[in-house]
Nanobody, 124 residues
Framework: EVQLEESGGASVQAGGSLRLSCVVS????????MGWYRQGPGNECEMVAI???????SYGRSAKGRFTVSRDNSKATVFLQMNELSPEDTAVYHC??????????????????WGPGTQVTVSS
């Protein structure tokens, strides 16, 4: 059974940093592209970062220059380092296997795996 478990979310002041972790099980991490998506207070969904199985990275517009995605296949863990946080970063952050979009307003395919999420709250 594929499982994704995020951790590291917290309440921080603007300008602070957080490091999110996602521990996976039920599959071999080095066989999958992985991503981080977030859902804000209005349930809007945004791609934050993607890291491919061979280590290439891409970022959403709001994350570029501030966030860094990485992976440690030996520990079955994906990370998201977030710096210079602002209140606009307040959201639930989800770890995603083989990212292919948010599917807002429609059900995600049954084999599209998301973790339950970790809450990040940034106060001004």
């Amino acid at each position: 059974e594929v499982q994704l478990e995020e951790s590291g979310g917290a309440s921080v002041q603007a300008g602070g940093s957080l490091r999110l972790s996602c521990v996976v099980s039920g599959f071999t991490l080095d066989s999958s592209d992985m991503g981080w998506y977030r859902q804000g207070p209005g349930n809007e969904c945004e791609m934050v970062a993607i890291i491919t199985k061979d280590g290439r990275t891409s970022y959403g517009r709001s994350a570029k220059g501030r966030f860094t995605v990485s992976r440690d296949n030996s520990k079955a863990t994906v990370f998201l380092q977030m710096n210079e946080l602002s209140p606009e970063d307040t959201a639930v952050y989800h770890c995603v296997k083989d990212p292919r979009g948010c599917f807002v307003g429609s059900p995600r395919p049954p084999n599209y795996y998301w973790g339950p999420g970790t809450q990040v709250t940034v106060s001004s």
